[in-house]
């Protein structure tokens, strides 16, 4: 999949050095160590995750699993809101931390597991960081009447990201390419 001129000009304004521990990785397509056994994906996978989604700048988007705070910032530049939650507390400090270089007031950050938390809005897009054992109910409740859900499921060998797209009472999913993330954490925040 071709990623679009807007997106990689957004990926310019981000500098993804801000966001992780081994700088001297910070600018390889590759993922890159957090703290706690996390990781931050590679640029591309983001960067296709992002284009699936098809993200417009009156979208107000979700983001499960802020990790780093990278994708969070580039979100930031392509939708209205962007709302992202964490639940490891380490992690959600390191993404704000990371955050505040960028002065963006279209972020807001939560600490919390997304299957128990109450937000105050329905979202027109979901980009999942985190592998998840099946599709659950949960997103498509979050989500306003046409929606796209980004999330990579694991199967029996492999993972592979998925694009979900909800037409009222319809959901259909398509498969856009195998994948590797830490698996979604379902437990208690902490």
Known sequence: MRIPSHICDVFEKVDRGDFVIDKKSAYYNEPSELVQSQTTSQPYIIALSITSADISPTDTVLEIGTGSGYQTAILSYLCDKVHSIEIRSEIFQLANQNLLKYKRDNIILHLGNFMNYSFSTLFDKIIVSACCTRFYDKFTSM???????????????????VKVIKDGTQVTQNSITGCR??????????
């Open 181 to 190: 993330f830490v698996m979604l954490e379902e437990g208690n925040s902490n």
């Open 143 to 161: 989500t306003k009447e046409k929606a796209i859900i980004i999330l990579p499921i694991q199967s029996v060998q492999s993972q592979i990201l």
